[in-house]
């Protein structure tokens, strides 16, 4: 059974940072493009980042770019989002996510199809 599961979630102060995990069991997660999204209350879910399984590129909203950093750990079956001076307005759920019909990735959340629980981020002082 493919099965994707965060963490790293909490709560941390402006300026912050925190290391979200997202593992994966009965699948390699080398093989597929995966991505990060956040939903906020009253938001709709937007995508952080991704990673595709080709050639390594990378993608990141505007509103992250030099702040998030995404990576992939092969031996461990883990992608990682790394995510530095945090700001109130990164305050979400954030959930991994797995393209299973793609190499490379996509912001679009519709091109998902395997979905994590998602971890609670909450940015505050």
């Known amino acids: 059974q493919l099965q994707l599961v965060e963490s790293g979630g909490g709560l941390v102060q402006p300026g912050g940072s925190l290391r979200l995990s997202c593992a994966a069991s009965g699948f390699t997660l080398d093989y597929y493009a995966i991505g990060w999204f956040r939903q906020a209350p009253g938001k709709e879910r937007e995508g952080v980042s991704c990673i595709s399984s080709s050639d390594r590129s990378t993608y990141y909203a505007d509103s992250v770019k030099g702040r998030f950093t995404i990576s992939r750990d092969n031996a461990k079956n883990t992608v990682y989002l790394q995510m530095n001076s945090l700001k109130p307005e990164d305050t979400a759920v954030y959930y991994c996510?797995?393209?299973?019909?793609?190499?490379?990735?996509?912001?679009?959340?519709?091109?998902?199809?395997?979905w994590g629980q998602g971890t609670q981020v909450t940015v505050s002082s």
């Open positions: 996510a797995a393209d299973t019909s793609n190499y490379y990735c996509s912001g679009y959340s519709v091109r998902y199809d395997y």
